[in-house]
């Protein structure tokens, strides 16, 4: 066999191992600090738990916010369900909802929760 010939049928069984080799996704981290995207709060992000997260309400821009009462608390806590994808609850103008967590990005999250059919997303922005 020639040494071109080995080459080839090198290159040909590796292209096939890779293909074969499953494929992982890595999980985007989001811990950290957000801001909502219309500017009016801020939360921090940290593990509190294995495979959960808490969000902590950290500022708000409006003095008569209805949320001001959760301030410097623990808001959003979920454990995770999938990669990306965090399930729990959400706190919210004095009512509890069911709420999910869902990296969009690695700058960019989505919060949303619900109480019965009536639903509400957050989409937030790392700062």
Not at 13 to 28: G, H, K, Q, R, S
Not at 63 to 69: A, E, G, I, L, P
């Amino acid at each position: 066999m020639t040494m071109h010939l080995a080459t080839k049928l090198a290159a040909a069984v590796f292209a096939t191992l890779c293909a074969a080799a499953p494929v992982y996704a890595i999980a985007a981290d989001p811990t950290g600090t957000w801001q909502a995207d219309d500017g009016k709060s801020r939360y921090k992000i940290t593990e509190c738990g294995s495979g959960a997260l808490c969000a902590r309400l950290i500022w708000l821009r409006d003095k008569d916010d209805v949320n001001r009462q959760y301030l410097n608390q623990v808001i959003v806590q979920g454990t995770q369900s999938s990669d990306n994808k965090w399930t729990g609850t959400v706190k919210n103008a004095g009512d509890v909802y069911s709420g999910t967590m869902v990296m969009t990005g690695s700058d960019s999250l989505k919060v949303n929760g619900c109480q019965g059919v009536f639903c509400q997303t957050v989409r937030l922005s790392r700062v």
